[in-house]
């Protein structure tokens, strides 16, 4: 191989390796250890049922129509119809098909609207903390301030729920730095915000305690896909459907995790209910003939975290230091 003279060449591009996050190495899902779901299943599926409260004239929110001055009445309202109808109409359709959710909660539901979470308990489902409000973000709080968050929805929903909840989904999936640290020190299990495997994986934190990342859709989820991508509420169905068929062909060789997002402002609408109804009446029969694990994010938490040895190798460094920037801007290794 010829060798390049570089006499002279300051501007030369960087070939050292990439920034990384240090907080799982790369790990090819064919390579990894063998495990099965309860009752031998080799495929979990979940529900993200994320129910939101927005402030009303400010901040952060989908938007069906454009903003166009003063308060938002178009789009405050679009979303709170969720709240009002749609959640109730996807809660009849969850019990008619006996299907567990985990329902993702922002807290400033419990002062608007706290007959919606209670209805969630009272159903069995498992409440995971989503901030206090979609309104808002996290990614450039302070650490102080970010950890006081994570404590208020943890304890705002254990008081409502009965236990401390186990598994966290930011507002906007945004991270401060240090996030992973900070729900592992304020005892959470899992997290959500992580979509880059079909298996739950261990990640690494400052203070040695693994965060688990459960896998949650991007694509399996009406947000981006009505919302950013115009996709009608047939063609969001089959997506489901396709999706789910050939997650089972492929479970066949590697248990897997399927979520399914959802928000009831969109799917709630009476028109992608009807279609939702058969998305999820086609895996309600799989789950019916033993063929597919039914279940909650917390629940493939608890049972990927019981088969720790087996995912070691996900978690073990290539030479790699776990270096997160924290807010202050400070490295701690």
Known sequence: MSRIDVTGM???????????????????????????????????????????????????GARLGPHLGGPDVLNYAWREYGNRVGAWRCLDLFDALRLPAGAIVN???????????????????????HGHTNALHQGDYSEAAERALLVHCA???????????????????????????????????????????DQPVPMRTRGGTPLWAVPYPQEVNDI????????????????????????????RRQPLVMGIALHPYLVGQPYRLRHLRRALAHIAARRDSGEIWFTTPGAIFEHAAAQRPAAQDMVAPRAMACATTPNNGSTTL
Request: net charge negative; hydrophobic share 40%.
């Open 107 to 129: 807290t400033a539901l419990l002062d608007h609207c706290p007959e919606l979470v209670e209805a969630c308990v009272a159903r069995g489902d498992e409440l995971i903390a």
């Open 224 to 251: 981006p896909m009505i919302v950013a991508r115009q996709m009608d509420g047939k063609d969001f169905a089959q997506l489901i459907i396709d999706h789910f068929d050939e997650m089972l062909e492929q479970s």
């Open 10 to 60: 300051a501007d030369l591009p960087d070939f050292r390796p990439l920034a990384t996050h240090g907080r799982f190495a790369y790990s090819p899902i064919h390579r990894r250890p063998d495990y099965a779901w309860p009752n031998g299943a080799r495929l979990a599926v979940y529900l993200g049922f994320n129910i939101e409260h927005f402030a009303f004239g400010e901040g952060l």
């Open 155 to 197: 304890q705002a929903l254990e008081r409502v729920g009965g236990k401390r909840p186990a598994g966290w989904l930011s507002p906007w999936i945004a991270e401060s730095p240090l996030t992973p640290d900070l729900l592992a020190e304020t005892g959470y299990g899992y997290t959500l915000n992580w979509s880059h495997d």
